[in-house]
């Protein structure tokens, strides 16, 4: 073979098996002075949690734009699967590093099921070794909030399942030394069981929303020598809020969703620089449903305030133009019988002087992943302070939340919802 064949041929065999260059990320310094490093480079983690399945080229563009307006340098998944592989070419390709989950299962005993723990580590081996080399990989995140719904809660199961990813962390070091490793927690519990039993982690990952105030008082009482990130982070959960009159969660306004994500980025992410590395904020995703409309950034392919939120902390800019804001959204009553209509009392505002539309939807009771579907109505009047709307409610009994969508000219949109509860005729 001569020279010239050679180096073809070593070119066509390295190319084919690294696509892009391989970066090192590291974790560097000391309590009150962490930082993450990218190749050599200081990366303080502006990112958000990313929902969305990229089908072709025009969505690629869309959703990766919308990430580069945010200010975002880096999105989370929860696990691998067959669209890995191109999420990661269109990460490098928009300059967005990620940080990739590896899902482990929620309803496992782990101190007794040997078998899955075995095809686990086989499995975690061969896609660690498949997508170490790709540059757009900025750390491996193993398991998202395990010990706060493991199917066994004795204390058994969560040092099995901590001396478990001990033994995963171990491996991914060995595999891929250029990456850190971090684990999801739900709120700060499960941290003393990896301060024992997972004391190979690089970084400690937790998943809060209304406390993300305390997580730094925590994180220092544990004395943990290692930095904090947050893997998700945004307003209220529906666990965390007050109830109304049919027992169901009060959602908060979109007013209050803009002020939590702010505050909880200035104030108690970034305000704490060198004790964590970041956060990921929650989510990037558009799906019409009860659990998209509380956390997304997104719904019906238009901004929410949480979205500009977002945006403002990572980048400081204000938007040219912002959502309408629902000062008013109130039922006339939160109990109808079945076959009755509910008015609906409604006043919106848009300080851009926007024309503003409105639609209704519904959904059964608290379920998440329950959909919303559209509802019929029509205005009854309209004056400078108000609207007035009458819905046409299912005529099966149960409860139902009902949502008003109202949208500008400019891709903005607003959500409120109320619960209503239809009772069977007497």
Known sequence: MNRKCLITFLCITFCSKVMFPVNKVEVVGKKGNWQLLVDGQPFYVKGVCFGV????KKEEKYYFNLLKDIGVNAIRTWGIDRETQALL?????????????IWLDHNLEYATNKVYKK????????????????????MWCVGNEIIFSLKGKEEKHKIAYTGLVEKIVKRIH????????????????????????????????????GNVPIVYNEWKALNIDKPYLFTEYGNNGDWEVAKDKNDEPIEPTDTEKYNAYLSAWQNHISGHE???????????????????????????????????????????????????VIVVFSPKKTKVVSGE????????????????????????????????????????REDDQKCIFELELPKEAGIYRIYCFVNDNNWNLSVANRTVKVEKKQ
């Open 174 to 209: 060995k595999i891929d030394p250029n990456h850190p490793v971090t684990t999801a927690s739900a709120w700060t519990a499960a941290w003393k069981y990896h301060i024992k039993y997972t004391p190979s982690l690089d970084i400690y990952g937790i998943n809060v929303y």
């Open 274 to 324: 060198g004790d964590n590395i970041g956060g990921f904020a929650f989510c990037l995703r558009d799906s019409i449903d009860y659990e998209g409309i509380w956390f997304n950034l997104l719904a019906s392919n238009r901004k929410k305030w949480s979205y500009y939120a977002v945006r403002k902390s990572f980048t400081g800019e204000e938007p040219d133009n912002v959502p309408p």
């Open 89 to 101: 070419d269109s990460a490098e390709k928009y300059g967005i590093k990620v940080c990739l989950g």
């Open 341 to 380: 209509n509910l008015e609906i009392v409604l006043k919106a505002k848009d300080s851009d002087n926007d024309p503003i539309n409105y639609s209704f939807k519904i959904c059964e009771r608290k379920t998440w992943g329950n959909k919303l579907k559209p509802l019929k109505f029509r205005k009854i």
């Open 53 to 56: 399945t990229i089908n072709d």
């Open 119 to 138: 095809h686990l580590l086989r499995y975690i081996e061969k896609n660690v070794e498949k997508f170490k080399n790709h540059s757009a990989l900025l």
